[in-house]
Nanobody, 117 residues
Framework: QVQLAESGGGLVQAGGSLRLSCAAS????????MGWYRQAPGKQRELVASITSGGTTNYADSLKGRFTISRDNAKNTVYLQMNSLKPEDTAVYSCYLYSGHTRRYTWGQGTQVTVSS
């Protein structure tokens, strides 16, 4: 079983930066993908970014250039660096891990990011 622990959310002014972290523990197999989704009130959940264990990244088109995803495989941790934040980035950000071995998704509890104007 996999557990995910997120940290780094909070309140920031527009134009500021935050870095989210998501540490995985438990039965983690080497082939996996990790990433972040977000959901704002009244809106559908959307993919923010993902990264495979091999380092291949994928971003929502609207976030390219402002958000950067990275991972430390030795620590089983994925990071989301968010720069030039806008009020519309306000959402609950949830980390996930997809295991290529079990073909299952594991989700974190979510962390609130609030960007004030």
């Amino acid at each position: 079983q996999v557990q995910l622990a997120e940290s780094g959310g909070g309140l920031v002014q527009a134009g500021g930066s935050l870095r989210l972290s998501c540490a995985a523990s438990g039965s983690i197999f080497s082939i996996n993908a990790m990433g972040w989704y977000r959901q704002a009130p009244g809106k559908q959940r959307e993919l923010v970014a993902s990264i495979t264990s091999g380092g291949t990244t994928n971003y929502a088109d609207s976030l390219k250039g402002r958000f950067t995803i990275s991972r430390d495989n030795a620590k089983n941790t994925v990071y989301l660096q968010m720069n030039s934040l806008k009020p519309e980035d306000t959402a609950v950000y949830s980390c996930y891990l997809y295991s290529g071995h079990t073909r299952r998704y594991t989700w974190g509890q979510g962390t609130q990011v609030t960007v004030s104007s």
